[in-house]
């Protein structure tokens, strides 16, 4: 993962201005996030699972005690990617490991492209006039370097190599 991921000052200024903005309230942000996740692609809900259950609709497991800690972990990744905009490389094991888990669940690697959305949506919706073209590809950047590190992840072999 190359350190700083062609992210200029101005936009690393910018994902962190406009993350501080989130960042107080995740729970409430990830709900955003989520939900339109689900709105997108409601064959995602069936990867939720706790204790066996299956949610029987997306407001079920939105309401989930157990999918709001799922949230909390999901900003967490976030917010350190954004603590770690300089230097992300430092994040690359992390992030590989993360994948994995990911894969290991029954994510594709496809969903990611629709978790992105999400993820753009909520900041949209969380920073109303805000969320400029520069704000949106900035996160865009920083997103997709994440992404590239958690795909890493799955094409690891179990062997190690």
């Known amino acids: 993962m190359e350190s700083g991921m062609l992210l200029s000052g101005g936009q690393r200024a910018l994902i962190r201005e406009s993350w501080?903005?989130?960042s107080g309230s995740p729970v409430q942000h990830g709900l955003v996030l989520f939900t339109r996740l689900f709105d997108?692609?409601?064959e995602l809900l069936?990867?939720?699972q706790y204790n066996c259950k299956q949610f029987a609709s997306p407001q079920e497991c939105l309401s989930a005690p157990e999918f709001l800690d799922h949230i909390r972990?999901?900003?967490l990744v976030i917010d350190a990617a954004v603590s770690h905009l300089e230097n992300l490389s430092c994040l690359e094991e992390y992030l590989c490991n993360l994948g994995k888990k990911h894969q290991a669940v029954g994510v594709k690697v496809e969903s990611f492209s629709t978790v992105g959305e999400s993820l753009l949506y909520m900041l949209e919706k969380c920073l109303g006039a805000a969320f400029s073209p520069e704000v949106q590809e900035a996160w865009s950047k920083l997103y997709n370097a994440v992404v590239k590190a958690m795909q890493r992840g799955w094409e690891t072999l179990p062997e190690g190599d």
């Open 40 to 42: 997108l692609d409601p």
């Open 20 to 22: 501080q903005r989130v």
């Open 46 to 48: 069936p990867l939720f």
């Open 73 to 75: 972990k999901v900003m």
